[in-house]
């Protein structure tokens, strides 16, 4: 499967953005798809799942409760709704597919468990 994420950009802090991650290629509802942001110099950083019902998303506790997580099967696409954003949201922001379609409670995956990768999208929250 192909990924392909969108709509990042420049945005203040407390602003909101939104992400799409389209993917073409294969079924989309066979996977679960992951949010996933790095600065340059850190690790990879979790930001959050879901599975291919939608049902049970999971997040970082550096962004629960701010970013939610959806996906609609029928155009292919998942979503990354981002709200009250901070500076230290900054980073490039991809999505990635895993070919298990759920994961367990409280489950984190590595990146490196991704089967699929898409170019990510840079987002820049200013102070």
């Known amino acids: 499967v192909q990924l392909q994420a969108s709509g990042g950009g420049l945005v203040q802090a407390g602003g909101s953005l939104r992400l799409s991650c389209a993917a073409s290629?294969?079924?989309?509802?066979?996977?679960?798809i992951n949010w996933f942001r790095q600065v340059p110099g850190k690790e990879r950083e979790f930001v959050g799942a879901?599975?291919?019902?939608?049902?049970?998303?999971s997040y970082s506790d550096s962004v629960k409760g701010r970013f939610t997580i959806s996906r609609d099967n029928v155009k292919n696409t998942a979503y990354l709704q981002m709200n009250s954003l901070k500076p230290e949201d900054t980073a490039v922001h991809s999505c990635a597919a895993d070919r298990r379609a759920t994961y367990s409670a409280g489950y984190v995956p590595p990146y490196e468990s991704m089967h699929y990768w898409g170019k990510g999208t840079q987002v820049t929250v200013s102070s």
């Open positions: 879901i599975p291919w019902r939608g049902i049970r998303t």
């Open positions: 290629g294969d079924t989309f509802d066979q996977y679960t």
